[in-house]
């Protein structure tokens, strides 16, 4: 397409670099070409250059550790985390199965559990995001429950609200995959002591022993939140916050915690965790759906009773007592993924992977999925080099724009992702290692854009302005030396962004908990419409 009006151009200008005046430190206006659009009218085109995209075996393997399962770094406190449990199989990336292995921590080291003390009952507790504004109460409900000894009249509410749809990814609907949307969550002692300064307790295949199981039960979807007030003097009794509780083997907690009160291996956290190695958390299906939730809100809580003598009379009253797996409280933490990748699509791309010429179709996934690489050839470099020597021609923009699959993506499994990290690689380095922020994101500029992501196919641009910009006419801040022409690398998720509305770092990232996965159209069918292509909008004096 061609333009003449130098207002064009102007508003152009506004549009691409916006976002650099309002985010950036140092924001300067792309300078290839500026003096065009100042005092002169110019002749704008849009022309479109082949690239080189071809898929990225990572092996089902992915850093998955305490670090990096973080969604949020607080710049003064704590940070979030998120982490994947349950299991998802479809034809394009075939089966990918999520378990969570974690320590625990005494919520109160060497506690004094008194004189006696046996387990009253145990239970888990997860608290997956909730719709808190969709709640079906069961009313009140009167009956009678033991207060020690005394049969004491209560009222019980229990509250159910369903789990965020949001955090779910697969089949998550009632009747979609038959039983798939139940899950039937494990909890298994871990018997192996998990060291978060080895290597070998930081990737997403680790190996870790399991021993007794604790507990079971069977996810439908909903968290629960329950009161119980007392009728006499309607007190409070108990209440729990909306969560999926778990009961866990009282036997072994008796013989693990409270046998154990007053010795050295509940002394403190180091003796504790070689004494309780943790627990892990899996599913027994192979399909169903991915859900999202928090580590941090996972507790045990272990109901209890002791002995104690009241002037002559022998009680036994309750009490409660937390381990905790709280973020900040040094617990190593880690996602275990499992594929099988038997009769998908990727499993049949991994051996054709063309690295010269690119691939006809491309495979993301988070979690240790494929990732992708893209290569600008140095014939379209070439090309720009001699459009800016020899017509001046001055660079407006450049955008990467990838379609997704019209015929391998017809997913209704949610809406389609809306985030997605580029990031280069330098040359001699490992393919799966970004070395910084993309140039035009650390300017400042709306680097991701999604479109259509209600059709098909739906398809996403990345501003590449800069970047091109200082591989043709050189980086004005590097005395005008020419950008090292960099592969980039395309990855499922967002980068992890902070308290203080900044990025955490281009090594940061949500992938290792990324649930999503996609289908896109390559580079190396030259006639297909939706191909990857770079797109350079220039300008030139008329």
Not at 2 to 21: D, I, P
Not at 74 to 81: E, K, R
Not at 222 to 227: D, P, R, S
Not at 510 to 534: C, I, P, W, Y
């Amino acid at each position: 397409m061609t333009h003449t009006v130098k207002r064009t151009f102007a508003m152009l200008f506004v549009a691409v670099f916006g976002s650099a005046l309002l985010y950036n430190c140092e924001p300067e206006a792309d300078s290839l070409g500026e003096q065009l659009f100042i005092n002169d009218g110019a002749e704008g085109n849009m022309t479109s250059y082949d690239l080189v995209a071809y898929n990225i075996n990572n092996k089902d393997s992915i850093r998955s550790d305490a670090s990096r399962l973080v969604s949020l770094i607080n710049t003064s406190g704590i940070s979030s985390a998120t982490a994947v449990l349950g299991a998802f199989s479809e034809e394009q990336f075939g089966m990918q199965k999520a378990s969570f292995l974690t320590q625990l921590r005494m919520s109160s080291d060497n506690f004094d559990f008194g004189k006696n003390p046996k387990v009253d009952s145990v239970v888990l507790v997860m608290k997956p995001k909730a719709v808190t504004d969709s709640v079906k109460t069961s009313g009140a409900k009167d009956e009678s429950i033991l207060i020690g000894t005394v049969a004491t009249p209560v009222s019980t509410e229990v509250k159910t609200y369903p789990v965020d749809y949001r955090v779910k990814y697969g089949k998550t609907k009632l009747g979609a995959g038959g039983t798939n949307t139940l899950l039937h969550i494990n909890v298994d002692e871990i018997t192996t002591y998990l060291d978060g300064n080895d290597n070998n307790f930081k990737y997403s295949n680790v190996t870790a022993g399991t021993g007794a199981a604790l507990g079971s039960a069977v996810f439908d979807g909903n968290v629960k939140a329950v009161t119980i007030t007392k009728k006499s003097d309607n007190s409070t009794l108990f209440a729990a916050d909306a969560g999926f509780r778990i009961r866990l083997n009282n036997d072994f907690f008796q013989t693990k915690i409270l046998d154990k009160s007053g010795k050295p291996e509940l002394q403190d956290a180091a003796n504790f965790t070689r004494h309780f190695k943790g627990i892990r958390l899996s599913v027994d299906e192979t399909d169903g759906y991915l859900l999202q939730f928090s580590p941090d809100d996972l507790e045990v809580i272990m109901y209890y009773t002791n002995e104690k003598n009241d002037n002559g009379t022998i009680t036994r009253p309750q009490s409660s007592f937390k381990l905790l797996m709280k973020g900040g409280l040094g617990n190593a933490r880690i996602g275990q993924y499992t594929y099988n990748r038997t009769n998908s699509q990727w499993g049949d791309a991994i051996a054709s992977i063309n690295e010269a010429e690119g691939n006809e179709r491309l495979y993301l996934q988070g979690m240790g999925g494929p990732s992708i690489a893209v290569k600008i050839p140095e014939s379209t470099i070439n090309s720009l080099m001699a459009m800016y020597n020899d017509k001046k021609a001055a660079i407006v923009s450049a955008k990467i724009r990838i379609y997704t699959d019209d015929l391998a993506w017809k997913n209704n499994f949610r809406r389609k992702q809306e985030n997605l990290t580029i990031s280069p690689i330098d040359p001699g380095t490992p393919v799966l290692t970004s070395s910084a922020f993309l140039a035009d994101i650390t300017a400042g500029f709306d680097w991701l854009k999604c479109y259509d992501l209600d059709k098909n196919p739906s398809y996403y641009e990345f501003t590449v302005t800069k970047t091109v910009k200082d591989i043709i006419e050189g980086d004005p801040k590097n005395n005008g030396v020419r950008a090292v022409n960099k592969m980039l690398l395309i990855n499922m998720g967002e980068f992890t962004p902070t308290t203080a509305n900044t990025f955490g770092g281009f090594k940061f990232t949500s992938r290792a908990f990324e649930t999503e996965r996609a289908v896109f159209v390559g580079s190396k069918d030259k006639n297909n419409k939706h191909r990857m292509q770079l797109n350079v909008t220039y300008g030139t004096k008329k």
